[in-house]
């Protein structure tokens, strides 16, 4: 009998602790240092939960959108940069949310299938730093991160691991937390759920962007991404070469130079990216994915598709190369009708 009042006042007093100091304790940050944050225009609220829990700020992503729907905070969520400083509460973090920072932003908007050279060049066009500036920041970041893929055949080590959206910086800020912001936002596209589906599939990170790249290269419009998605995965269990054209001309230009029309003296290029000659994927990434192709590479479609070509309003998928050459043959004969 005093055993079981023992436990019941133990429990009680758990009950009441977790009741009352709970709350409190996760309605803190946790980081020990300051920490920068940029916040993209139509942010959701599970981005920006996912976003400080991976900064470490918050101690649980489950109770920061409680309490910011509790209080509203999710259907007003303003893009900015905001510091946030160790151990405020969750009230000033909704307070900078909700206000915004940026009294006068500079708004880059990176288009979605942007190469790293040509972001470089759209931040040295709205007077973020110099192309030459971002690239050497690139750089630095990828050494501090400490990435585990082999860099010796691509142009640049963080092509693809710099996400497209539209962003609002400040002009106190430097050419490094630019790439700090557009590569942290990619970093957070990669949920939980994300990595799991690509562990499962035993894809790294790196082949993951990689496929992603080559869908948002692609794809002429959403709906076949997932399609595409397939047939590169069919291709590659088959050993057959992709046959891309998008990692060509990625080739050829160096990750900079971009050729309008694709010759066949272009694929004989012995770059590693041309697929019409190099078996498997490229080195890596040729472009900046979306979350859209990411979700593609992730989730492919399943079907027997090994070949697609450009048709009216978008692609023409086959299962047979003799399918695929009638489909080829009508292309170009709506090409040369135009």
């Given amino acids: 009998m005093k055993k079981f009042a023992w436990f019941l006042f133990i429990l009680i007093m758990l009950s009441f602790g977790t009741y009352y100091y709970l709350p409190s304790y996760l309605s803190t940050t946790s980081n020990t240092a300051t920490i ?30 409680y309490q910011s729907q509790q209080e509203g905070i999710d259907r007003n969520i303003k893009p900015g940069s905001y510091t946030l400083h160790p ?22 908007t990176i288009p ?3 190469t790293l050279y040509q972001i470089a060049k759209r931040t040295e066009a709205v007077g973020l730093g110099t192309a030459e500036e971002f690239i ?4 630095q970041y990828f050494d501090r991160k400490e990435y585990n893929f ?10 693809g691991y710099l996400y ?10 430097t050419v490094s937390d630019v790439v700090n912001t557009l590569a942290k ?23 993951v962007l990689t496929i992603a790249s080559l869908i948002e290269r692609e794809a002429y419009h959403d709906q076949e991404r997932a399609a595409i998605s397939g047939v590169i995965y069919n291709r590659l269990k ?3 070469l992709l046959q891309i054209d998008a990692t060509v001309i990625y080739g050829i230009g160096k990750g900079q130079e971009h050729i309008s029309r694709v010759l066949y003296a272009h694929l004989e290029d012995p770059s590693p990216f041309n697929t019409y000659r190099t078996q498997g994927l490229p080195p890596g990434p040729i472009a900046a994915p979306s979350k859209a192709s990411i979700h593609a590479a992730l989730y492919p479609e399943d079907h027997d598709y090994l070949y697609y070509v450009l048709g009216e309003g978008g692609h023409v998928f086959s299962k047979t190369y003799r399918e695929h050459e009638i489909n080829v043959a009508n292309y170009r004969r709506m090409v040369n009708q135009n």
């Fill in 112 to 114: 979605e299938g942007f």
């Fill in 136 to 139: 050497e920041a690139t750089k």
């Fill in 185 to 207: 936002t990619m970093e957070a596209v990669f949920t939980e759920e994300y990595l799991k589906q690509a562990d499962e599939m035993n894809l790294s990170v790196h082949e």
């Fill in 36 to 65: 920068e944050i940029t916040v993209p225009e139509g942010a959701s609220l599970n981005y920006v939960a996912d976003l400080l829990y991976k900064e470490g700020v918050i101690k649980s992503k489950l109770w920061f959108k």
């Fill in 164 to 173: 497209p959206d539209t962003y609002y910086f400040s002009e106190k800020q």
């Fill in 150 to 159: 082999d860099t010796e055949k691509v142009f640049y080590e963080m092509e």
């Fill in 238 to 240: 088959r050993n057959m």
């Fill in 87 to 108: 151990n405020i509460d969750f009230e000033e973090i909704f307070s900078l949310l909700q206000k915004g920072t940026l009294e006068k932003p500079i708004i880059v």
